[in-house]
């Protein structure tokens, strides 16, 4: 999750932010064209959760010798911070905007929650699963288990997968019959890579290694596996040369914005996604606000793509639809 780590343990949570830059945010008109958002967090409620001014953060240096904070990033204030959600209330606000702004949603987690999302919005909500949960054991579903929630449960991605986490490469050996079962079940993939670690990897995410975010790092699995749809979850950010290579030689692999539109300044954001496009792969770039806890998220991040001037009315909509469309094989629609 870039921008953020979810850290659980034995009875507390932590979230590191990382915001940058401001955007204007969009309202939905009357009749919102559909949009597809590749990248939510079904979860429960995590305690402590303060309001953020997304794209409104910079990185600070720090001194080891002091008490640190469990991130690092300094959240300079702003007009309209967002809300967390209320108590108890996360996925009925994440679903009724999703409803009010036409968007349909791959919503991970474990699959109990996941279920209960799909029950609530079955219109609105494709299933994710991965096969490490998240938790600091990191404990494995079976492969049995993975099957039957791939070919009778109705989940139709598998993901997050956050081996970055654990300092593991996608192409490890270790996970390989995982993503062996993907292939076979022709389910597509959701890897984090690239950025990770809050300011404080060596802290609070020891086993955490940014080299294991590296989008070069999947070749090896590709190379094993070359029917695997990919979807690089962040875009492999801020590796972007690496994640140009990588595009021009798999064109079944797509890169997703989550996390990252909402979590560097806003000069930034727009700069990565633009080289994305300028360099050919505008129809490989796939719209996500890697939702966690804050609802107005996806509104906002809506809006720096709906703003985005160096973007035309073709692509927004390939970014905010048609793309993901075609990964997860749902049925296009003409641009408005």
Request: aromatic residues 8%; glycine residues 8%; contains cysteine.
């Amino acid at each position: 999750m870039t921008g953020f780590a979810i850290l659980l343990s034995a009875g507390s949570v932590l979230i590191a932010l990382g915001m940058t830059g401001n955007a204007v945010a969009q309202n939905a008109p009357a009749d919102p064209p559909p949009i597809i958002d590749v990248h939510v967090h079904a979860i429960g409620d995590l305690p402590g959760i303060v309001p953020i001014c997304p794209n409104a953060s910079h990185f600070l240096a720090s001194d080891p010798s002091t008490k640190e904070a469990p991130f690092g990033w300094s959240q300079e204030p702003c007009s309209a911070p967002l809300q967390p959600a209320q108590t108890g209330a996360y996925m009925k606000e994440v679903l009724d905007e999703m409803t009010r702004l036409n968007v349909r949603a791959v919503v991970f987690g474990d699959p109990a929650t996941v279920t209960r999302w799909k029950q609530a919005a079955p219109d609105r909500v494709i299933p994710g699963t991965s096969f490490a949960a998240a938790t600091p054991d990191r404990k494995r579903l079976s492969e049995d288990e993975l099957r039957r929630l791939f070919t009778a449960g109705g989940f139709k991605v598998m993901g997050e997968i956050g081996l970055q986490y654990e300092g593991l490469s996608p192409s490890d050996p270790s996970v390989d019959r995982y993503f062996a079962l993907a292939e076979s079940l022709d389910i597509p993939v959701a890897i984090h890579m690239g950025t990770g670690g809050s300011g404080r990897a060596n802290i609070a995410s020891p086993k955490f290694r940014g080299s294991m975010g590296d989008p070069l790092l999947l070749e090896g699995l590709l190379a094993r596996h070359p029917k695997l749809r990919v979807q690089v979850m962040h875009a492999g950010y801020p590796m972007i040369n690496n994640m140009l290579t990588l595009l021009q030689a798999n064109s079944h692999v797509y890169v997703d914005i989550a996390g990252l539109i909402w979590s560097y300044p806003l000069k930034e954001v727009n700069r990565y996604i633009a080289r994305l496009v300028d360099a050919g792969f505008e129809d490989r770039v796939m719209f996500g606000t890697d939702e966690l806890i804050w609802p107005g998220l996806m509104r906002y991040s809506i809006g720096i793509i709906q703003n985005a001037d160096y973007l035309s009315s073709e692509q927004k909509r390939d970014i905010l639809y048609n793309n993901a469309a075609r990964f997860l094989r749902l049925p296009p629609v003409k641009a408005q």
